[in-house]
């Protein structure tokens, strides 16, 4: 008995894994507010436009079907990752991943990230007023890009550097922008290739989420540390 309750005690003693682990805080915060900055200024620039600007039409023209068959069944298909029910799927696995994983933080940043991500972006693309392919569609910015980014960060920021002795700091900030990178980009490929969105919509929604993920996350700790603060104060009030 002796024993279990050392055990019990010691996990109850292990430091919970981050949703932003602290050496990369200041990384984050800093592109956080950079990101910010840049959705604000394609804002201004693209506010109540409706076609293609210069810098999307040197990109790629997205009023045209640029994808043939077999890239238009990937394009389409890494699209239905951003659409209700694959998004759904998709972020049902991350959570119960980081369940598995043990990382309760994370699961709650992986949903929390992609919703507040998405809900700025609808509200931008109110706000901007800019369309594609006539009036009503709103494009800017991307809330599939926003979504698909979002959970590749906040899962990344999380689940990569976990607070072990590997990477932190600029590696580890490296690491999961690489993720987002590398998520926004499949999912920006596949709005402009399917003539979904304006190239600079897709930077758009890439620069929300990295806006939005690092102080969700951030957030997120603080919640989940003045929770375990309130536990502890009354686990010692009991005692």
Not at 131 to 153: Q, R, W
Not at 187 to 196: E, H, K, R, S, T
């Amino acid at each position: 008995m002796a024993r279990v309750g050392r055990v019990a005690a010691e996990t109850e003693s292990r430091p919970v894994p981050a949703a932003l682990p602290p050496p990369l805080r200041a990384w984050f915060g800093v592109l956080a507010a950079l990101a910010a900055v840049a959705v604000a200024v394609l804002a201004a620039v693209y506010a109540g436009h409706g076609e293609a600007g210069r810098a999307d039409r040197w990109v790629m023209d997205p009023t045209a079907d640029s994808v043939r068959p077999p890239w238009r069944g990937v394009a389409l298909a890494v699209d239905f990752l951003g659409e209700p029910v694959g998004a759904a799927v998709l972020v049902l696995a991350a959570v119960t991943g980081c369940l598995l994983l043990r990382r309760p933080r994370a699961a709650v940043s992986a949903v929390a990230g992609t919703g507040v991500a998405v809900v700025v972006a609808t509200l931008l693309k109110s706000l901007v007023g800019r369309t594609i392919h006539g009036p009503g569609n709103l494009s800017y910015p991307s809330g599939h890009t926003a979504f698909l980014t979002a959970l590749a960060l906040a899962l990344a920021l999380a689940l990569l550097p976990a607070g072990r002795p590997g990477p932190g700091g600029a590696a580890g900030a490296s690491l999961a922008l690489a993720a987002a990178l590398v998520a926004g980009a499949a999912m920006g490929w596949a709005q402009v290739a399917l003539g979904a969105h304006y190239p600079t919509d897709v930077l758009g929604g890439w620069c929300t989420a990295l806006a939005v993920v690092p102080v969700t996350a951030w957030l997120v700790d603080r919640i989940a540390d003045r929770i375990a603060e309130r536990r502890g104060h009354r686990q010692q009030g009991y005692q």
